[in-house]
C-alpha cells in the first residue's frame, strides 16, 4: 500500500515561510497529480492547489496566488508546499494527497493522504 | 468558484439508525462529487467517488446518489466505528472545493 510520509511540525514566526515536504512510499509522481489541503484547528478542509504532471505545472487557488509554490524534485518522489508571508491564520494542519487516477492531468478524487503536517504560525 | 453546502452541520443517531447527509453545489456539477469521513487526530478517508461508486474496501452501508447540484450520503445502518465528520467535495472546476463538514455522533 502506498503511503505518502509528510515532514515534522514546524513553528514559524508571522512574516516569515514554511516548506513541507510529501514523500512517496513506492514510485514516482510522474502519473499522479498532487494536492494540497489545509485544515485550521476545529475546521473543515481547505484546498490550496496541486501539482499536475502532465503539464509539470502546479494550479493554485487565487487565495494563495502569491505566496504559494507546489514543486516536486527531480525524481518525483517527494513534493513541497511552501508557504510565504505567514500569518496566525495560516496556522494548521497540512496534508497532502495524491489522485487516485494516474492520468496525472487534472486533480480530482484524492485516495491516499499523508499523515498531515502542524504548522504553527507564532511570535 | 464552486460553493458546497452541506447540510446538517451535525446530527446524533443511534446504533443501526439511517441517517442523511445532504451537499448542494452552487451550480451543475454532473456527478463530480466524493465524499470522504475524517476521524479525530486522523487525515480524511475516501469513501465515495464520482458521486455514487464505493472506494474498494469501504462498506457497503454508506452510499451516494446524486447529480447536477444536489447529493445525497447515506449510511444505511449507523455503527459505532462511524462517528466521524464526512467532508462533500467538488472536481467538476477549479478550485476544487469542500463542503463544511458534517460531525456524525452516536446517541
Known amino acids: 500500500q502506498v503511503q505518502l510520509v509528510q515532514s515534522g511540525p514546524e513553528v514559524q514566526k508571522p512574516g516569515s515561510s514554511v516548506k513541507v515536504s510529501c514523500k512517496t512510499s513506492e514510485g514516482t509522481f510522474n502519473s499522479y497529480s498532487i494536492t494540497w489541503v489545509r485544515q485550521a484547528p476545529g475546521q473543515g478542509l481547505e484546498w490550496l492547489g496541486g501539482f499536475i504532471p502532465v503539464f509539470r505545472t502546479a494550479t493554485y487557488a487565487q487565495k494563495f496566488e502569491g505566496r504559494l509554490t507546489i514543486t516536486t524534485d527531480e525524481t518525483m518522489t517527494t513534493a513541497y508546499m511552501e508557504l510565504s508571508s505567514l500569518s496566525s491564520d495560516d496556522t494548521a494542519l497540512y496534508y497532502c494527497?495524491?489522485?487516485?487516477?494516474?492520468?496525472?492531468?487534472?486533480?480530482?478524487?484524492?485516495?491516499?493522504w499523508g499523515q498531515g503536517t502542524k504548522v504553527t504560525v507564532s511570535s | 468558484d464552486i460553493q458546497m453546502t452541506q447540510s446538517p452541520s451535525s446530527l446524533s443517531g443511534s446504533v443501526g439508525d439511517r441517517i442523511t447527509i445532504t451537499c448542494q453545489a452552487s451550480?451543475?456539477?454532473?456527478?463530480?462529487l466524493n465524499w470522504y469521513q475524517q476521524k479525530p487526530g486522523k487525515a480524511p478517508n475516501l469513501l465515495i467517488y464520482d458521486a455514487y461508486t464505493l472506494e474498494t474496501g469501504v462498506p457497503p452501508r454508506f452510499s451516494g446518489s446524486g447529480s447536477g447540484t444536489h447529493f445525497t450520503f447515506t449510511i444505511s445502518s449507523l455503527q459505532p466505528e462511524d462517528i466521524a465528520t464526512y467532508y462533500c467535495?467538488?472536481?467538476?472546476?477549479?478550485?476544487?472545493?469542500f463542503g463544511g463538514g458534517t460531525m456524525v455522533e452516536i446517541k
Open positions: 467535495q467538488q472536481f467538476d472546476d477549479l478550485p476544487v472545493s
Open positions: 494527497a495524491r489522485d487516485k487516477s494516474d492520468y496525472g492531468n487534472y486533480v480530482d478524487i484524492f485516495d491516499i
Open positions: 451550480q451543475d456539477i454532473n456527478t463530480h
